[in-house]
Nanobody
Framework: QVRLVESGGGLVQPGGSLRLSCAAS????????MSWYRQAPGKARELVAA????????NYADSVKGRFTISKDNAKNTAYLQMNSLKPDDTAVYYC??????????WGQGTQVTVSS
C-alpha cells in the first residue's frame, strides 16, 4: 500500500521557518522524483520544489528561490522542505508528490502552512 504522509505544517509568524517532512512507504522511494506542491484558497496547485531521483538536482519556483530547500533521505524514505523567511503569501496546503511514471504518481493528503502575525 502506497503512502505519503506529510507533517510539520502549522502557524508561523512572517519571517519564521518551518520544515515539512514527507514519509513514504509502499514503493521504491529512491527511484522516484520527489516534489512539493502547494495550493492556496481559490488558486491552482503550483509546484514549489522538486528533487530528482538520481543525482539530486533540484528546481524551485521563482517565488521561493533562496528561501526554501528541498532534500531527501533515501535511507529514511523521507523528503523534506525547509522553509525560511516565510511570507503571508506562502500560506497554503502543501502536498508531497512521488513520481516515476504516469502509472506511478503518488500524492500525500497535504499539510496546512499558515503564515500570519
Amino acid at each position: 500500500q502506497v503512502r505519503l504522509v506529510e507533517s510539520g505544517g502549522g502557524l508561523v509568524q512572517p519571517g519564521g521557518s518551518l520544515r515539512l517532512s514527507c514519509a513514504a512507504s509502499g514503493f521504491t522511494f529512491s527511484t522516484h522524483r520527489m516534489s512539493w506542491y502547494r495550493q492556496a484558497p481559490g488558486k491552482a496547485r503550483e509546484l514549489v520544489a522538486a528533487i530528482a531521483s538520481v543525482g539530486g538536482s533540484t528546481n524551485y519556483a521563482d517565488s521561493v528561490k533562496g528561501r526554501f530547500t528541498i532534500s531527501k533521505d533515501n535511507a529514511k524514505n523521507t523528503a523534506y522542505l525547509q522553509m525560511n523567511s516565510l511570507k503571508p503569501d506562502d500560506t497554503a496546503v502543501y502536498y508531497c508528490q512521488a513520481w516515476s511514471s504516469p502509472q506511478n504518481d503518488y500524492w500525500g493528503q497535504g499539510t496546512q502552512v499558515t503564515v500570519s502575525s
